[in-house]
């Protein structure tokens, strides 16, 4: 359950009446990790922490609870009457793995941190009609992310797939690398070589 911690926002759940409702907004970002959607359940465009909220209509269905442990899941419908959605979800084979942090701000205080009414989502199955889009979430896949994190290869580079990166920091004229030892000896950046020959061989993980 969320604790409101900031006095004015507990000031306005407390009201009988207030001319400034709570509204959900929709951060989505697209598999690409580069296209962003904002939307807001509003009779009107608002901005929230410098971006805009495109007024839209959608549906949020909270999770329920049970006692036999199942994992909850939200259902969020987003509508598909002006077929806005409809390129993306074909573009990106249904919008799976899409990330959504649903907000709930007050109209009245869009100046303020609303951060604790926050909750990260991830889309986990997607279907479409003449009407909604329907988005089945729940939390982030950690399934998705490298376990465990710290691999240490003995005859491969972990700069390999980020050659002139940062970490491998090589500035001359070859444009490729095999992430061998042998090749960043060739190029004169075997200071810089992220694997770890002491090993001997083979692969440690932390």
Partial sequence: MLELQHPVLIVETLKISSIYPFLFLL????????????LVHNGEDITYQGRTYTKFSFQVELPSTDTKGSIPQWTIRVSNVSRVLEPYLEQFKGLNGTKI????????????????????LEVQQSFSDAQWVTFVCGGPNFLNQMFPYIRYFADTCAWKKNFKGAECAYTGAAVTCDGTLKRCRQLGNSRRYGGKPGLGGGVKIV
């Fill in 101 to 120: 942090k649903l907000r709930i701000v007050n109209a009245g205080h869009l100046d303020i941190d609303h951060a604790e009414l926050e909750t990260d």
């Fill in 27 to 38: 951060d989505l970002t697209l598999p690409d990790n580069t296209t962003k959607i904002y």
